[in-house]
């Protein structure tokens, strides 16, 4: 018996309950069984001896912007707006039919106050006044020459997954429940660089960052954070941003919930306290049970969910399928991903896909024997600094569940007979 | 878990030493292409109204002139008295450690300035800025009279708004920095 052999022998027994099957399977036979799930969850027929008509005449011609296949049309964001006025509200990334840990420019998701400005390059500037020894005033022309930096993170809406806390759960795809947090690579200058060139005064504790567009959003940054890792970003996944994430500029706070990464930002007046806008005391606090609120909640804890299969998709009879899923933390890396068949009783670790990176979406995979019998999944991820994510009803007895924002409960999926699935709590 | 508030404050600020001294270390150099931004230039495009007052401009407004206009410009999206429309309740709501409150500005918001600062920004929806400081004043007198928190006739200005205290001032937790 060869060691590849052994190998596949040993990692074939079930290591935890309801079928879940070693992590290893996957990393050493990847191709192989990777391509069997892939049939098993689709459908798809391999078989095609038959010349198709694209194989026969020429294609189409080149683009200037490529577009996805017109077959994957339902790998669209999902639009939630104010009927009274359509630039006012959000848009979700379709997490359950993504891959891999970087989200698409076009659908990472939207949360608009105002809708999105179609700001000129050329009349816009970013202004730093307050607190500073000399105000300065920059061209987006001056900022492009500035020395720049990338790195991959998640941008979060502090009021993700908030359905969480409702009585029944939500039963809609996990993207249009979860997907108001995107990943990508931003490139910009360190924020500490404009500051350290305004002349950032010792009393400065605060930055009240705004943006330029019609609802001049502006909220309150601590110093601390804009002098750590706060990037102003000018290109996201190697080209400028879009409109609907901030262009000309925004800023990311890698980590910290995505109201403060102030989309097309225009200027950072220094000042001792907090302004204490709307968007950092009537919104973005938590009530909690005793009637007092959590404020300046900035850092998104600990999150993970299984994108695949997830409620939307069928399993086609028992068999073997791969379990794939995100997991994120705002306060570092994630250490360990555990997924659990039978709906919590014991827990099988999965597989983290490399690069596994600070404050990032890490793609998780775990292979599973279906029998076809009920059960549900779920999965619980645990950061670098030793944060795990709770279980619904601890998240509940200690929050309550008025509180809206910061909802980073365990998610289950029930797996019913015939290969559905539904969101449950349990 | 209580702890001394002299000993959090110490604990924060070292903490805010050890990131700002870290920061300034790690910020690299620039061009510098920024231009001298003026006094003047500054507070033209400064709207931000703090808790204290800084930033309030002149002017002044009363309930009874806000009632006009909040009548005309907020009530189609915002409700009669700031209550029953499809955007945010402004006015009245139960206790805030009871089922499902309401979080109006007279039960859940902590700064009269804060209204002020939102109205000028954002509102009205179809027509941000478009409102004079005089206008905004009685505006935000009158959502803070239908609350119950000033009179009809008590005029709102630079000095008096931030010293209009509203219920729930005291009713927030600080999560950032003492425990993150």
């Given at each position: 018996m060869t060691q590849d052999n052994a190998l596949l022998n040993d990692v074939l027994l079930p290591v935890a309950g309801g079928g879940l099957l070693d992590r290893r399977l996957f990393l050493q036979r990847s191709l192989e069984l990777g391509a069997g799930a892939g049939l098993l969850l689709t459908g798809m027929d391999a078989s095609g001896a038959e010349l198709q008509p694209w194989q026969k005449t020429p294609g189409a011609p080149f683009s200037h912007y490529g577009q996805p296949s017109?077959?994957?049309?339902?790998a669209i964001r999902w639009v939630s707006a104010n009927t009274a006025a359509a630039g006012n509200g959000i848009s979700w990334t379709p997490l359950h039919k993504l891959e891999g840990m970087i989200t698409p420019n076009g659908l990472h998701f939207e949360r608009h106050h105002h809708g999105v400005p179609q700001i000129n390059p050329d009349r816009h500037r970013l202004n730093l006044h307050g607190l500073f020894r000399n105000p300065v005033s920059f061209s987006v022309d001056d900022l492009l020459r500035d020395p720049l930096v990338s790195r991959i993170c998640v941008v979060e809406c502090g009021g993700n997954s908030n359905a969480g806390w409702h009585e029944e759960p939500i039963q809609t795809p996990v993207g249009y429940f979860h997907g108001l947090a995107s990943c990508s690579e931003w490139t910009g200058i360190p924020l500490s660089t404009l500051l350290d060139e305004a002349g950032l005064q010792p009393d400065a504790r605060w930055l009240i960052a705004e943006g330029a567009d019609a609802a001049g959003m502006n909220i309150s940054i601590p110093v601390e954070k804009a002098l750590d890792d706060t990037l102003v970003a000018l290109y996201q996944n190697g080209e400028r941003l879009r409109p609907e994430n901030g262009y000309p500029l925004r800023l990311i706070l890698p980590g910290w919930e995505a109201v403060l990464n102030v989309k097309w930002l225009h200027r950072l007046q220094a000042a001792r306290e907090p302004v204490m806008a709307r968007n950092e005391t009537a919104k973005y606090t938590e009530l909690q049970p005793s009637g007092k609120a959590r404020q300046f909640t900035f850092i998104m804890d600990a999150k993970s969910l299984i994108t695949q299969p997830s409620p939307g998709y069928r399993l086609h009879g028992p068999g073997l399928y791969q379990i794939s899923g995100l997991a994120w933390s705002g306060r570092g890396k994630i250490r360990k991903v555990e997924v659990s068949a039978d709906g919590g009783k014991s827990w099988a670790e999965a597989a983290l896909q490399e690069p596994v990176l600070s404050k990032s979406f890490t793609r998780f995979r775990l292979p599973w024997r279906w029998d076809g019998s009920p059960l549900v999944l779920k999965s619980r991820a645990i950061d670098e600094t030793g944060h795990q994510q709770p279980e619904r009803a601890a998240l509940v007895a200690e929050?309550?569940?008025?509180?809206?924002?910061h909802y980073n409960a365990i998610v289950s999926w029930a797996v019913a007979p015939d290969g559905s699935l539904s969101h449950v709590y349990a | 878990m209580s702890m001394p508030e002299t000993g959090r404050k110490a604990i924060a600020a070292l903490i805010v030493l050890c990131l700002f001294g870290a920061g300034l270390q790690a910020a690299p150099e620039g061009p510098r292409l920024g231009k001298p931004l003026s006094g003047a230039d500054s507070a033209a495009m400064d709207i931000n109204v703090f808790p204290d007052g800084h930033g309030l401009p002149a002017g002044k407004g009363t309930a009874t002139d806000g009632k006009t206009i909040y009548d005309t410009q907020c009530a189609t999206c915002h409700g009669p008295k700031g209550s029953g429309g499809s955007a945010g309740e402004l006015a009245g709501g139960s206790a805030l450690d009871g089922p499902h409150p309401d979080q109006t500005i007279g039960n859940y918001w902590p700064y009269a300035t804060t209204v002020f600062d939102f109205v000028r920004r954002s509102m009205p929806l179809n027509a941000p800025r478009s409102l004079s400081d005089d206008q905004i004043y009685a505006v935000t007198a009158y959502l803070l009279q239908i609350n119950g928190l000033i009179g009809e006739t008590t005029e709102m200005n630079a000095k008096t708004l931030p010293e209009v205290r509203l219920p729930n001032r005291e009713g927030f937790l600080r999560i950032w920095p003492s425990s993150p």
């Open positions: 017109p077959h994957e049309k339902e929050r309550g569940r008025n509180g809206y924002f | -």
